[in-house]
C-alpha cells in the first residue's frame, strides 16, 4: 500500500471514529441525546455505558476515545502533507506507537465489557474494529 494510500485511509477512520466518540461523549454529559443502540441481551450499549467500567481515571471512556482519535487524525494529517515533501521517519513511529497504544486499550475495554460487564456496546465496538483496521493499515503501510 502506498503510504499516501494508508495516511487517507487512517485520516478517514480516525474521524470516523472521532465523530462515533464525540458521540458517546454527548451521551454522557447530555441525557437528552438518544442512544441508537439495541437493548437485548448480549449486545446492550445502555449497560456498557453505563458501567464503572465506563469510566477511566475519573472520565468518560469516550472521552479518552475523542482524544486518541484527535491525535491520530493529527498525526495522519501531518503525514498525509508531509509525504509530499519529505516526511519524518520520526513522526511515522509516533503514529505507530500511538496506534499500538489504541490497541492495548482495544484489548483493556474489550475484556471490562465481556469479562467484567458482560455485555457489549455496538458502538464501541465499532471503535475498537476503527482502531483495529488503523493499526493494519499502519502496518501495511512500510
Known sequence: MQRRTGDRLVLAL????LLIAG???LLHYDSSVPLACSAG????????LTSPSAMVAG??????GVAWFGVALVLAAV????A????????????RAWG?????????????EVGVVGKICAWCTAVHVIIV????????DG
Open 14 to 17: 480516525a474521524g470516523a471514529g
Open 23 to 25: 458521540y458517546l461523549t
Open 41 to 48: 441481551s448480549f449486545v446492550n450499549c445502555e449497560v456498557v
Open 59 to 64: 472520565l468518560p471512556v469516550a472521552v479518552w
Open 79 to 82: 503525514l498525509l502533507r508531509d
Open 84 to 95: 509530499a515533501t519529505g516526511e519524518t521517519p520520526r513522526l511515522r513511529t509516533l503514529s
Open 100 to 112: 499500538a497504544a489504541g490497541l492495548a486499550g482495544v484489548l483493556y475495554l474489550v475484556y471490562q
Open 133 to 140: 483496521a488503523i493499526v493494519v493499515v499502519q502496518s501495511a
